[in-house]
């Protein structure tokens, strides 16, 4: 098979894929056919950016999904980890001139024009070999140190190839995303839970009298739901931190920042309304709640006609 036309758990699995050479143009198709074909809700992102950027962002879009493949879909942590050093090595190659793999030999191109630097793709790639590695987190600063890892990262980036790099609008991205993560984490106990891996701080369910082994057992009862109210809560709060940005930013890249903001919104809402039985049922957001989020942020956006 094509390798340019492979998931990354079938790509690593073949030795031609490995081996081949790529030029930049096939490399350019790669991510673009990755973004497009990995998880739909991609190419509404890349509809709503400008579309000198639609490329930049495809590449940045397949580096990530590659790290969180070769994190979650090999097999087991030491298979993960092994992957994950390889992918560490040939970013540091990227960033020497020395670019093979298709993603790198494509994002490339978007590191040298946006001057990237190397920091945030290295603490993503950290952020999965922590997954491996650490499944419990005893403390919410802890649970944030995560987060300045795993989800900041890709706010800073979005930032840098829209032309931002100041440190107010790269401490509100953070908020942004923190809060993002943490809608995601609160939405998926069951699932995380099912990989082994718990991100509930074990603070806050001692404070509330609730038990990890309570959680094991999927016990929501009513020390649960005011673990699951207090973190809810939580992650309110970094929204609102987090909302200014959207008024900092040109027309377009505000409008994906308020339609990710009120996603996790309603995300969080969809969890209150159903007393937070997220072991029970997982919440989501659905394409009419999609639909009206749209309507809504696109009457409250002015439209300056700024990329």
Not at 53 to 59: A, E, I, R, S
Not at 131 to 141: A, L
Request: proline share 4%.
């Amino acid at each position: 098979m094509d390798p340019l036309l492979l998931l990354p758990k079938d790509f690593v699995a073949s030795p031609e894929a490995l081996a081949r050479t790529y030029s930049r143009s096939q490399a350019a198709g790669y991510t673009r056919w990755l973004a497009t074909h990995h998880y739909e809700n991609f190419r509404v992102v890349s509809f709503l950016l400008p579309a000198r950027l639609h490329q930049d962002f495809h590449n940045l879009y397949a580096f990530c999904r590659w790290a969180d493949d070769l994190g979650d879909e090999l097999g087991g942590p030491a298979e993960s980890l092994r992957w994950l050093e390889w992918w560490r090595l040939h970013l540091e190659r990227m960033f020497a001139g020395e670019a093979a793999h298709p993603v790198f030999v494509a994002l490339e191109e978007t590191v040298r024009r946006h001057r990237l630097p190397i920091e945030p793709f290295a603490d993503l790639i950290s952020a999965f070999v922590r997954d491996q590695t650490i499944h419990r987190y005893q403390t919410c600063e802890e649970l944030l140190g995560y987060c300045r890892h795993s989800a900041n990262p890709v706010g800073r980036l979005v930032l840098h190839l829209c032309g931002y790099d100041d440190a107010e609008r790269q401490r509100l991205s953070d908020a942004t995303c923190t809060a993002l993560q943490l809608a995601n984490f609160w939405q998926d106990v069951a699932v995380d839970l099912g990989k082994g891996r718990i991100y509930i701080p074990q603070e806050v369910m001692r404070r509330h009298g609730y038990s990890m082994e309570a959680l094991e057992r999927r016990d929501q009862n009513a020390s649960f739901r005011l673990v699951m109210r207090e973190l809810v809560g939580w992650a309110r709060g970094f929204f609102r931190q987090g909302r200014p940005l959207a008024g900092m930013v040109g027309a377009r890249l505000a409008l994906d920042l308020d339609l990710f903001s009120r996603g996790g919104l309603r995300l969080l809402e969809k969890i209150e309304k159903q007393d937070y039985t997220v072991l029970e049922r997982r919440p989501v957001v659905s394409r009419r709640d999609q639909f009206l989020l749209l309507v809504k942020s696109l009457a409250r956006l002015p439209w300056r006609g700024k990329a």
